[in-house]
């Protein structure tokens, strides 16, 4: 099968960490265990920038913030960068999206021919970070821990209306799609927005997890004086001086995030059953993947932004025809999903070369090559100066203009509890990856393009609320005149065509 279709499912803020072979023996995920038992799982994949618009851009593109200039929850994806929907709608396949993508500006559709769902987030300027005011909190939307002192049982929230729309969506452009009256092979990626904060679960889910033992965070009574200064920053800009966080308000809040991710598997079972009884299974790649993670309390921290493993770690899986299930341990990164599924899908990757910062992960998946270090970047909340992070081998280095330098050697440290920078026995460690580190990064012209950008971004949004406000929030459309059964149609054709299978 030289054209196999596409089914991407990504989910919101899934701590990569307990995805170290497919989900954690304790999580309650039978379907993403079953999707495990037959793909690739790439064991260590970060993402590119650990806050949603930022790592989604790059997810699409292959390309880092500093390429898309997507710094931040609120600044413009410009139309003019390629995505995979482009390159793989260029190559004939019908491109859709049900769900969350984060988009900024107003091109809500980046080469998706069609969205079936608004986004959950807003698509303007309105929340542009401030370098020039260091530790201002903007409050009406910066996080903060009252997602943990609120975490508890509900049967209907906002993110859970939400995902519920994303999944019946995507199950009917699903049986649309096996209806095959369009003949070009498909892309249809499906975001849903859990486990993301607020930690709020349905009973059924939240039941699953009373008296887990993972609800106490292995790394979580660090003092305020221990953590670094990127840390403290985060820790400021989400109000923590305003909550007296409980152990126990800790456990619920981990119980609420494990239940969400038992809610989002259900969705996931959704579709996965409906493409195996569309027959569809069999000429689908199945990818699976989140934006970013969560801190989950480790070290006081909660949420993304940071580049601790737990906020920029990732789980990765992929199902495609030809590869064996396999494990690999290997870091990777969320830029190398354009190029894999181009290369899947039969492009010339060459072609490619000049648009992506990611590299291909057929020849790891097939068990041969390997991937250059892995790079990432980060600023936005939270932060004062643009920090940058490579994942190179067993180590892990952050920069930042503003903050000593953070060193981890993840093969004997792997909750990163000993910063190794100033250890005189990785001195060689630390100056050969510092090096590599500013041949890639001019760190000074990186923090002026993103003071340049919030401060473009500060004149044009209250300008544009002033008087008349034409939001770029997208707007699903759905024709009426084309749905079920009109006059313009034929009865029999109508029904014999929405049929699948046809003649049984």
């Known amino acids: 099968m030289s054209r196999p279709n596409v089914l991407i499912l990504m989910v919101d803020q899934l701590n990569g960490t307990l995805f170290p072979d497919g989900p954690a023996d304790f999580l309650h995920a039978p379907h993403m265990k079953a999707l495990a038992q037959r793909s690739v799982r790439f064991a260590n994949t970060y993402t590119a920038s650990p806050l949603c618009a930022p790592a989604r851009a790059s997810f699409m593109s292959g390309q880092l913030p500093s390429r898309t200039r997507v710094y931040d929850n609120a600044a413009e994806f410009a139309s003019d960068i390629p995505t995979y929907a482009h390159h793989l ?5 019908h491109t859709a999206l049900s769900g ?22 807003p698509a303007d300027f309105g929340w542009t ?46 049986y649309d799609l096996s209806r095959r009256q369009d003949d070009r092979p498909w892309c249809l990626t499906v975001s849903f927005t859990h486990p993301h904060d607020p930690y709020v679960a349905r009973r059924k889910y939240w039941d699953l997890y009373e008296d887990c033992a993972e609800l106490d965070p292995k790394d979580g009574d660090l003092s305020f004086d221990e953590l670094d200064p990127h840390s403290q920053r985060l ?36 579709l996965l059953d409906v493409l195996e009884r569309t027959r569809m299974t069999e000429d689908t790649i199945v990818l699976f993947v989140s ?16 580049f601790f493993d737990g906020s920029a770690r990732v789980p990765l899986m992929i199902a495609a025809p030809d590869w064996q299930p396999a494990l690999v341990e290997q870091p990777v990164s969320t830029l190398d999903v354009t190029p894999t599924l181009a290369a899947l899908a039969g492009i010339d990757i060459a072609s490619l070369a000049r648009w992506t910062d990611g590299e291909d992960l057929a020849p790891l998946a097939t068990g041969s ?10 600023a936005a909340e939270g932060s004062i100066a643009p920090l940058v992070a490579l ?14 330098p953070l060193l981890f050697d993840l093969e004997s440290d792997p909750h990163e509890r000993r910063n190794l920078a100033e250890s005189s026995d990785h001195y060689e460690t630390l100056a050969r990856m510092t090096a590599t580190m500013l041949e890639r990064w001019n760190l000074q012209r990186f923090d002026e393009a993103v003071r340049e950008s919030q401060a473009r971004r500060w004149v044009v949004y209250p300008a544009l609320r002033n008087g008349a406000y034409f939001p770029w929030d997208y707007q699903p459309l759905q024709k009426a005149s084309e749905r079920y059964m009109r006059n313009h149609m034929d009865l029999n054709v109508l029904e014999e065509n929405q049929r699948f299978p046809r003649g049984e």
Request: charged share 30%.
């Open 291 to 306: 934006d970013h993670g969560d801190m989950l309390g480790e070290k006081g921290l909660w949420f993304k932004m940071c």
């Open 129 to 174: 970070p401030d370098y020039t005011k260091p530790g201002e909190r903007i409050d009406w939307w910066y996080h903060n821990l009252g997602s943990v002192t609120g975490a508890g049982v509900a049967e209907i929230t906002n993110q859970m209306e939400y995902d519920d729309e994303v999944a019946y969506h995507a199950c009917r452009k699903l």
């Open 100 to 121: 969350k993508m984060h988009f900024v500006g107003p091109d809500q559709l980046h080469g998706f021919e069609e969205r079936l769902t608004t986004d959950i987030y």
């Open 89 to 93: 709608r260029a190559a004939g396949y």
């Open 369 to 378: 090559g390997s991937r250059t270090a892995v790079p990432m970047e980060y």
């Open 391 to 404: 994942r190179d081998g067993r180590f892990k280095l952050t920069l930042c203009e503003a903050d000593p």
């Open 235 to 270: 820790l400021e800009a989400c109000d923590f001086r305003a909550f007296d966080i409980s152990r126990e308000q800790v456990r619920r809040a981990r119980q609420g995030y494990f239940a969400n991710i038992s809610y989002v598997d259900d969705k996931i079972g959704e």
